[in-house]
């Protein structure tokens, strides 16, 4: 899915790397617990989360995470846009839950990250 | 190719430059992204643990043509049961830590799982030894 229809889904702003909507992803993840999504995210994913801080765009960098949807209206800081305009990671604002920025992303297509492996396994 | 970083303890808003700079240098040598990917992931866990746990710590990497070996030296309170927190799920990180996103107990059996070798050495009171080894050739 297209940046600019998860955009026009989600009914969001984008703070950080406009210029890049033309890029697509596969899958979306949705989750604040960092440690989850180190573990868990494989694919090229949009991460949907309510953090704001720093280590969310680090995170996104260590695991190639193209796009960032801050969700439930957050507000991040100038210093987090900054992070991520220089690593080309797309960051968007919604108002919208979590629950219901997942759901309104599925219903339009986008497919869920599939969960790799059973983590008692590790 | 040796790279050495200081990492300061505590200081949440800057954990991952060290892992950040050796994933661009990894870039620039032409890894395989599946390689940059599992160090990337291992040494940020790494690291990020060294600044929850730890108090900082220093961290060398050397890169040859076949390896990349990682050292991550702290000298925190140690790791008291090392088979327990090797355990999913269990986790003894701050709640400042927790807020960010952190401190599930995933970091070191991701690391684990991530690496092709994972060493720690640990003694309560003296500090903590981990060293993270990847073959460059899959």
Wanted: charged share 25%; aromatic share 4%; hydrophobic share 40%.
């Amino acid at each position: 899915m297209f940046i600019r229809e998860i955009k026009d889904i989600l009914e969001a702003d984008i703070l950080a790397c406009e210029e890049l909507q033309d890029i697509q992803v596969t899958y979306g993840y949705g989750c604040d617990l960092m440690s989850d999504v180190l573990a868990f995210v494989r694919n090229d994913v949009i991460l949907l989360t309510g953090l704001v801080h720093p280590q969310v765009i680090r995170t996104a960098e260590m695991l190639d995470i193209k796009a960032i949807a801050i969700i439930r209206g957050k507000k991040p800081s100038e210093e987090l846009i900054t992070m991520a305009k220089k690593r080309n990671i797309v960051l968007l604002t919604t108002r919208h839950s979590l629950f219901t920025a997942s759901g309104l992303l599925y219903k339009n297509g986008l497919e869920g990250e599939e969960i790799a492996h059973d983590e008692a396994t590790f | 190719m040796k790279l050495h970083f200081d990492v300061e303890g505590g200081e949440f808003i800057t954990a991952g430059i060290a892992s950040s700079k050796v994933k661009k240098t990894l870039k620039q040598l032409g890894i395989s992204p599946n390689i940059i990917r599992k160090v990337s992931i291992s040494m940020y866990e790494a690291e990020i643990n060294m600044v929850i746990h730890a108090n900082g710590g220093i961290i060398d990497v050397e890169i040859t043509p076949e390896n990349i070996d990682i050292q991550l030296v702290d000298d925190g309170p140690g790791i008291e049961n090392l088979d327990l927190a090797m355990q999913v799920g269990y986790s003894t990180a701050s709640k400042e830590a927790r807020e960010m996103g952190f401190g599930a107990g995933m970091g070191l059996p991701n690391m684990k799982r991530h690496s092709d070798d994972m060493t720690i050495t640990t003694e309560v009171g003296k500090g903590t030894k981990v060293h993270l080894a990847f073959k460059i050739h899959e």
